[in-house]
């Protein structure tokens, strides 16, 4: 296919049922400024958990994670719909990604000090690099209509986020609930208008990449225990253990993600599914910051109580296994996986309140990837090959 002049490919809809469709290495590199972000907030989580100041960081943490995960959730249905992969959409691609580090830089600032304008800014910047692609898409495009109320609602909201810097800092919270719930209104809208195209398979690829780079995020948090013991020589066995049972959990969550038939749910209720994965998301993240709690309560450096570090860990499992059972396990489920993977989320979330906390935790993931593993839904289908029944990038 020949290229205009200006070597531009015309930035029309893709063909949702496109073979072999799958991540490009631009999307692959997009997501590695998240891994910065990520893992900043999580730090950030992480330190103001292990001193005490738990709801501060909770509230922070949920706050900043809705940034990130908004940002990339918009780049990636978009690019579901409209990558034309040209230097144009390259170069808006990296202005996304500069936007990202930019607000990485700000999130210590917003968790400390509730300075939200370098935070504020990185995101506008990652919005404004999104209004241009639209408004490309709009040029010439069957769905112009669709893409101008798709820009015409972000910037609103834009002008409105930098507005909000001029409130007073007790308003910080509600109105980023309003805020937020006014981003999320604008596919709502702009889909109305005429509907995008959308790929599954490449976005359960994605999403199914974007949960890697968070579960890797508790794999780091589970070497960092063993960094610790082998620095310091002191609670090795504990740490050790720490590291175990944080490998095998994360494990655990991997396996229970990547069970469910993606592909089949996001067909039937594709905005439930996105926006469900926030969650998700927010709670993969936030287990790499419990595990670095765990390590401090071990080693004595948190005004954390043992039960309340052990919740720091627990919450996230229970609140990612029961998201992923909510949005993928269980519409296709069979009775015992429906029983058995939401209690082993309630057992996981009581764990802090018997002797032996994370052992017990680790044990009952086993015990629903076990389920899983005989309730394999490939079993029940012996007509369809592994990659049309179970998502995995």
Not at 245 to 268: E, G, M, N, Q, S
Request: overall charge negative.
């Amino acid at each position: 296919m020949s290229r205009p002049a200006r070597n531009l490919l015309p930035m029309r809809p893709r063909d949702p049922e496109e073979e072999g469709r799958s991540a490009s290495t631009l999307e692959l590199f997009f997501d590695l400024v998240f891994v910065v972000a990520v893992s900043v907030a999580a730090g950030s989580l992480h330190h103001q958990l292990t001193h005490g100041h738990v709801v501060d960081g909770v509230t922070s943490y949920l706050l900043v994670f809705f940034a990130i995960w908004w940002a990339w959730m918009n780049f990636t249905w978009f690019a579901s719909a409209f990558d034309t992969d040209d230097w144009l959409y390259r170069v808006l691609t990296v202005l996304q990604m500069g936007g990202v580090l930019l607000l990485a830089a700000g999130v210590r600032e917003a968790f400390e000090g509730g300075e939200l304008v370098l935070v504020t800014l990185g995101y506008v910047v990652m919005r404004v690099a999104m209004v241009a692609q639209w408004l490309r898409a709009a040029h010439g495009s069957p769905l112009r209509r669709t893409a101008h109320a798709y820009a015409v609602g972000i910037v609103l909201v834009q002008v409105l986020w930098l507005l909000r810097l001029l409130l007073p800092p007790e308003t910080d919270v509600a109105s980023f609930v309003v805020l937020a719930l006014a981003e999320m209104a604008v596919p709502f809208v702009a889909e109305k208008v005429g509907e995008t195209p959308w790929h599954a398979h490449h976005l359960t690829e994605r999403y199914g990449l974007f949960t890697l780079i968070l579960l890797g995020e508790s794999l780091l948090a589970s070497a960092n225990a063993i960094f610790d013991a082998l620095e310091t020589g002191d609670h090795v066995p504990e740490l050790v253990a720490l590291a175990a049972l944080a490998l095998v959990a994360t494990a655990a969550l991997w396996w229970i993600y990547f069970w469910a038939p993606h592909h089949h749910v996001i067909r039937k209720a594709n905005f439930l599914w996105g926006y469900g994965h926030y969650f998700i998301f927010a709670a993969a993240g936030a287990f790499s910051a419990g595990i670095e709690v765990q390590i401090d309560a071990v080693t004595h450096h948190t005004e954390l109580s043992d039960v309340e570090a052990s919740f720091t860990l627990t919450i996230p499992i229970a609140v990612f296994v029961l998201g992923v059972w909510a949005l993928a396990v269980r519409p296709h489920a069979d009775r015992v996986v429906n029983l058995a993977v939401p209690l082993g989320a309630v057992l996981v979330l009581c764990d802090p309140l018997i002797p032996l906390p994370s052992t017990v935790s680790a044990f009952v993931l086993v015990l629903v990837v076990v389920v899983l593993v005989r309730h394999d839904p490939r079993e029940d289908q012996p007509g369809e090959s592994a990659p049309d029944e179970i998502v995995s990038p």
